[in-house]
């Protein structure tokens, strides 16, 4: 499956965005689907995910309660909606698939730069 990622900006702290990516290629309802950020010189870190029976979400800890991942099937797309940003949510945030509940994720798509200033 191929993704795109699209959504990022800059905003305020306190802001909000969502961001989505577009998935062709596939049978997308098959595939699980994560998003992911990286922070200048951090590791890419873990945001949140959808099972690909779209009933079941994980999040981070750090996001959970500000941030909310969503799938349209319809569409072949999956949204973060990113609510009470703060400069610490500064990164690129990439979307990613996996197919069901693999433990991998085989598919990335290009990443999308979110900034939040102070």
């Known amino acids: 499956v191929q993704l795109q990622a699209s959504g990022g900006g800059l905003v305020q702290a306190g802001g909000s965005l969502r961001l989505s990516c577009a998935a062709s290629?596939?049978?997308?309802?098959?595939?699980?689907l994560g998003w992911f950020r990286q922070a200048p010189e951090k590791d890419r870190t873990f945001v949140a995910s959808i099972r690909w029976s779209g009933g079941t979400t994980w999040y981070a800890d750090d996001v959970k309660g500000r941030f909310t991942i969503s799938r349209d099937n319809a569409k072949n797309m999956v949204y973060l909606q990113m609510d009470s940003l703060g400069p610490e949510d500064t990164a690129v945030y990439y979307c990613?698939?996996?197919?069901?509940?693999?433990?991998?994720?085989?598919?990335w798509g290009q990443g999308t730069q979110v900034t939040v200033s102070s």
């Open positions: 290629g596939r049978t997308f309802s098959n595939y699980g």
């Open positions: 990613a698939g996996r197919y069901k509940d693999s433990l991998i994720y085989d598919f």
